[in-house]
C-alpha cells in the first residue's frame, strides 16, 4: 500500500466536513430521507477512504500519515525531528519505549563520566588545567551528559569553545543541528579536514558563516557514512519505525482487552419468549454476574480467543528483537527477562553492549581531546593560564560491567604486577573512579606519619597508668 500525502488526508477532512454540513442542512427540510441517505454513504466512502487498510483501530477511522509495513523515515530530517518527538512523547506511537533506549545508550556511552589523565602526573600543571576545565563546564555531570543526548538524537554535535572573560576560563557549548541547521564544508579530496560552516541563524533566513573561528570548533561526526558529512543517520534512526510498531501493538493488545476481553453471559433459549423474558431480567437489573440462575435455557460465559493476543504479544516482540539488534541493548533488558533464561548467555551479553558503544566511546574519545587541546591553546591564547598547562593527556569513557571488573582483577592487574602495563592504564579502566585524583590521595596517605600499633600503644597505657 502506498503511503498516501498528508494533504490528500487534509482535502478528505473537507470534503467530509462540506458533507456533514449539507447533511445538517438536509435534515431540516421534510422528505428528504433519500437525500440524506446518499450523504450518509458519501461521507463513509471518504471516511473509508482516508483509512490505511492495515491499521487496525476499531471503534473509528484513523487519517494516518505512515504506513505500518514500510521505513516511513528514509531522509535524515525526518529521522531527527521524529527523534526529538519521539523522545519528548508528542506522538501517538513509539514515545513509551524511544526515551529509554536513548538514555539506556547514553549511560552505555559515558554514564560514568570522563576520564582524563596527564601523562605528566596528577600533580602536573597540565592535570590541574583539565580537572579545572572538566569542573567549569560539568563534563563529568550533567554537560556531558546533554551532549550525548544531542548525539544520540542527531547523529552529530558540533562543541565550541568561548571565553569568559569575567572569570578567567574556558566554556564550552553545543549547537544543535535541529535548532540552527547548520552545514559542514569539507576540502574536496578531504572529508576530514573542515574548511567553513554555515548556519541559518533564524527561521527562514538565510545561511551565513558562523561566527566562530574553526579553531574553537570541534565537529562530533558519530552516524551517517564518508560520502554524506552533514546527514549523520544513527542507530537509532534506523528503528524509529519498529518503535511505533511496537507501540502500536501494545495499543492493539489493550484494545482487544478493553474492548473484547470481558466475559459475558450466553443463554441459549427454545423459544423467543424465554429469551425475551432473560433480556428484559438483565437489561432491569434483576440479574447481575455473580446471582445465580435457574431456567430451562442452558447457560455458560464466553469470551474471545486468546490467540489474537498472541499475534500482538510476537508483533511486539518481532520489533524489539531489530530494535536490540540495531541498538546493542540485549533484548531481555527491554523489560522482557522470561527471554533470557541462560545465565551464561546473559553474562556474555555485556560483549555485546560494549560491541556496540565502541565506535561511538572512541569517537567522543577523540572528540574530546580535542577540545581540550583546543581549550588550552584558547587558555593560553587569553591570558588566562600559562603555557606549562600544555602536556599530553588521554581521555577514556569507561563502560561499567562486572565482567569488566573481573576481566582487570584476573588480567590487568597481575599485568600490571609484572610491570608489564602501568597503573594509570589500570585506573583509566576503572569506571566510577577519577585516576588523577585517586593518585593523589594515594600519594598524601604515603607521606602521612605511620599509625601507631597495638603493642605501642598497649605499652603507653601501662606506663600512663604506672605514673599514677
Known sequence: MNKPELSQFNQYGKEVLRLRNELIQAKKKPFSFLKQRKIKKEIQALEEGQRDILNTSITQSQAVTSVVDKNNYKTYSSQVNQSYEMFNSRVDYGGEIHKGLVETRIAFIGGEGLSVIAKDGPESETQKYIDKFLKDNKLNGSRLIRMLEMGELEGKNLLFLKPDNKNNRIKTHSISWWLKSYNIFTEPDDHETIKKVTWIPEKGGQAELIPIPLERMVYVRIGGS???????????????????????????????????????????????????????AVNSGDWTIGKGYAGMADFKFVSPPANGVQVNIQDMLTSLKTISTMTGIPIHWLAWPELMSNRATADNLIEVISAATRKDRLIWEEAFTELIEKAMNLAIEKNFESPSILGEFEVKLPLVSIALLKQVAEIWIPLMDSKIISMATVRNMLPGINPAREERFIQEQDNREPIIDNETLNETIAAMQKRK
Open 226 to 280: 564518508a560520502d554524506r558529512i552533514n546527514e549523520t543517520t544513527n542507530r537509532i534512526h534506523c528503528v524509529l519505525t519498529q518503535c511505533e510498531n511496537y507501540s502500536r501493538a501494545a495499543f492493539d493488545l489493550r484494545k482487544n482487552s478493553h474492548l473484547f476481553g470481558k466475559i459475558m453471559p450466553n443463554w441459549k433459549t427454545q423459544d423467543i419468549q424465554e429469551a425475551s423474558a432473560i433480556n428484559n
